[in-house]
């Protein structure tokens, strides 16, 4: 599984980073970004979590 965030989108609310912090950090501009890609099947739930609950849905999945 791999996430992709719409840099458009994102507000950097750092919800996804607070979910996973393992997966997501907020870079110099405070976009979100996925630190692991592919994301390990280990850490598969808690991206998709993140992905709910990305409050300006700027997280999507792409296998």
Known sequence: MRVVVD???CEGN??????????FVLDD??????TADPVP???????AEAIAECPRAALS???
Request: charged share 30%; hydrophobic share 45%; with cysteine.
């Open 7 to 9: 840099r458009d989108r």
């Open 41 to 47: 099947a280990a850490h598969e739930a808690l991206a």
């Open 14 to 23: 750092a919800v996804c980073v607070k979910i996973a912090p393992g997966l």
């Open 61 to 63: 999945r792409n296998d």
């Open 29 to 34: 501009d405070d976009y979100a970004t996925v």
